[in-house]
């Protein structure tokens, strides 16, 4: 015991050794630069710069050839010196040029996302659709008038709108428990593209610091702390589209920024009855630096939108001329939805490479959609449209301790580790059905939820020779309570339940510009509180059990290529369906893929990437031919090139392109691929930019999503099961004009 207490005691107290070099990193009006990279070539060794710029270098000596890099700015070198060693220097970054060159590799299981973070400041997010675009294999459908959600896809999932893929915007969730429409729900547009940073990612689940959803993989976006220039933006296009954005800087000194965002977003869509969507986004940031090497993010927003709909229509009626393309079965679909946060990041430089990161949040969401899917399946009267609905109340908070100059002995390590916890209270959970928007003509489900997730996790960092060995841990405890206000009697049920999600990641570095990596790993996305209750609290924190193999070469400074081999199962679950308010059993599967990438800027003014994703996805538990997996794509690509630089032409050209796949389990109905190209050009002179937006610049016909549906129309005796989609947009031009200031 005597041992174990001293080896504990040196853990979390982080006994530093001499051979460090610490400092700050700041740019040239002296503002603290978080997340840079400080990588000592000679040995290997790496940090970051913590929220409030410093960091701390582990096992440096003197003569020790040092880069100091961060995107957007000139890499610095600097050979250590003994006065370096013995106190604390500050490194002044200047901004540069966007160059894969500023991109260090270093050993880190995130690396590939400091290389994808090129692709967005070199072609920044033109739409909130577009954000999750930028995370390679992930594609994106909208499938109800640009309201609600995006369907998501990625590594083999049709991740519906959000069951495997962990988001948060700083920290904060968006994913939604126990949701009206869908476990996992992620709604992103409250976010202004014009606010993000960059966008961090990864894929699989072997993240200790992500929890529920990180199966196929997360993504975190981090929005800007300040604003180089304040910025005025109108675009007008096809459609009756309007778009007009602000941000201005209201306070701008060296120990405090202040900005205010907004966007107004009106458009009716290509479709034969207008959408008549509105969107408004409100959001305000403050940041100010304490005393005690402190830091302080305040950020408050407001979303709200509307829209009409037209929803996924059968091939069949387009066949028999009943609608166009753009036509509609049932046009009373929409919904309206909006949500207020309130978020909370504090930094604190402890010293000695230690640092403290709490984050508190508090969110209120409204979401009411309606939609038809089987049109008179059910009712033949009064059709099937269906309400969903629900008013959220969230709230959390996390706390992180990182300690990057840790010793164990001789031994020398980084860790971290935190707690946290999140609430949601959800009222009038509900699924009616409805006509025409107005009658209510039956309850199918009604009730409320109260999810409490209480969380603890750690990882280290332990780096012997070219090895770096990435242990990691997270316990996870659930309570799930749920109030039928359909039953005479009172009816409250409530479970409990634990998951242990252990991580190991090897990262291998046999030379400064290559790495080899090994990712193993247990993850889970949980059930919907309805299934929890109705199913006793049995399976209902599917786990995913993950390894990726893969390597990350840079054979020259501006030419990066990346390969890795995964497989991911998936544990039996039980599904709420929330179109239908009925519990579905989900079998075991198993995905395995292929993913290569390339990014490469031969010139300062050209840059071009593409990713090409393989996965083969089966149902474990079903017979050969009817293992299939529906909607889950087998084959994916996308890309582009980026032209230009800050003054006079730039541009882009950017593609996506999804394969044929099975709609259903015996893949006899086939969603129908897709290859779309999208467009920008843009003149700048002095402050004002002028610019073209073009999608789908050869106005290919295609089918943003699809499902295999059993529907009947009015005059039909009998029902079919066939292709339903929502098209996608044909050629779609608009102009732009931004003024910065």
Excluded: C
Aim: zero cysteines.
């Amino acid at each position: 015991m005597k041992y174990f207490m001293t080896a504990f005691t040196m853990l979390f107290m982080g006994t530093i050794a001499a051979q460090n070099l610490g400092g700050k990193l700041i740019d040239e009006s002296g503002s603290p630069l978080e997340d840079a990279g400080i990588f000592n070539k000679t040995n290997g060794q790496h940090s970051h710069t913590d929220g409030t710029g410093h960091f701390v270098l582990d096992r440096t000596s003197v003569n020790d050839t040092v880069y100091f890099s961060r995107l957007g700015y000139a890499t610095q070198t600097k050979v250590v010196s003994p006065a370096d060693l013995e106190g604390s220097i500050t490194i002044i970054l200047q901004e540069s040029a966007i160059s894969l060159d500023q991109v260090v590799l270093v050993s880190e299981v995130d690396a590939l996302s400091k290389l994808v973070d090129v692709d967005v400041k070199t072609n920044p997010v033109k739409s909130s659709q577009e954000i999750l675009r930028k995370v390679p294999g992930l594609i994106i459908g909208q499938h109800a008038g640009g309201g609600k959600a995006e369907q998501i896809f990625l590594r083999g999932f049709d991740v519906d709108h959000g069951t495997d893929v962990a988001i948060n915007v700083d920290g904060m969730p968006v994913n939604m428990v126990s949701h009206a429409h869908g476990q996992g729900y992620a709604d992103l547009h409250f976010v202004i593209p014009e606010t993000i940073e960059n966008v961090n990612f990864g894929k699989g689940p072997y993240y200790a610091d992500q929890g529920n959803f990180n199966t196929a993989g997360y993504v975190n976006l981090k929005l800007r702390k300040s604003l180089d220039k304040s910025m005025l933006s109108t675009e007008v296009g096809q459609y009756g589209t309007r778009r007009f954005m602000g941000m201005f800087n209201v306070i701008d000194s060296q120990n405090s920024n202040a900005y205010l965002a907004s966007e107004l977003y009106l458009a009716d869509g290509p479709f034969d009855s207008p959408q008549h969507f509105n969107r408004i986004n409100m959001l305000g940031r403050y940041r100010y630096a304490l005393s005690g090497e402190q830091e302080l993010l305040l950020t408050a927003s407001h979303f709200s939108s509307k829209w009409d709909a037209s929803g996924q229509i059968p091939q069949r009626a387009i066949d028999q001329g009943l609608i166009g393309r753009f036509g509609a079965i049932d046009d009373t679909e929409g919904g309206q939805t909006s949500r207020t946060n309130f978020l909370l990041n504090h930094n604190k430089n402890l010293g000695s490479g230690k640092s403290l990161n709490t984050m508190a949040f508090a969110s209120h969401y409204d979401f009411g959609l309606y939609s038809n899917f089987t049109f008179f399946l059910e009712d033949p009267v009064n059709g099937d449209q269906i309400k969903q609905y629900e008013d959220r109340l969230l709230a959390g908070a996390k706390t992180e301790f990182k300690n990057n100059s840790a010793r164990l002995g001789d031994l020398g390590f980084k860790y971290n580790a935190g707690i946290g916890f999140r609430y949601d209270n959800v009222d009038d959970n509900q699924l009616s059905h409805t006509a025409n928007r107005q009658e209510l003509l039956e309850r199918l489900a009604y009730g409320d939820v109260d999810e409490v997730n209480g969380y603890a996790f750690a990882g280290a960092a332990f780096k012997s020779g070219k090895f770096t060995f990435e242990p990691g841990l997270r316990l996870d405890y659930f309570k799930f309570d749920y109030s039928n206000s359909m039953s005479e009697l009172y009816d409250s049920r409530s479970e409990e339940k634990v998951a242990f999600s252990p991580k190991f990641n090897i990262i291998y570095s046999p030379a400064e510009k290559t790495q080899l990596f090994l990712k193993t790993g247990i993850g889970f996305h949980s059930n919907d509180t309805r299934v929890v209750v109705a199913n006793g609290g049995e399976e209902i924190l599917p786990a995913a059990y993950g390894v990726d193999l893969g390597t990350i070469i840079k054979p020259v400074d501006k030419l990066v290529l990346n390969a890795t081999l995964w497989s991911l199962f998936l544990d039996q679950e039980f599904v709420y369906v929330g179109d239908a308010g009925i519990v579905e059993p989900s079998g075991k599967t198993r995905r395995m893929g292929l993913e290569v990438g390339a990014r490469y800027q031969p010139l300062d003014w050209l840059y071009v990437y593409s990713d090409a994703n393989y996965t083969h996805a089966r149902s474990t538990e079903e017979a050969d031919g009817e293992d299939y997996i529906p909607l889950a794509p087998d084959f994916t690509m996308a890309g582009g090139v980026t032209l230009g630089g800050s003054q006079g032409f730039s541009g882009g050209l950017n593609y996506r392109y999804i394969d044929d796949r099975p709609a259903n389990e015996d893949n006899s109905i086939v969603a129908e691929g897709y290859f779309v190209t999208d467009a920008t050009f843009n003149y700048s002179i002095g402050n004002w930019t002028f610019g073209l937006i073009v999608e789908n610049i050869f106005d290919t016909e295609w089918n943003e999503t699809q499902f295999a549906t059993e529907s009947r129309l009015f005059n039909e005796p009998e029902s079919v099961e066939e292709i339903h989609f929502t098209p996608g947009t044909p050629f779609y031009l608009r102009g732009k004009v931004t003024v910065a200031f």
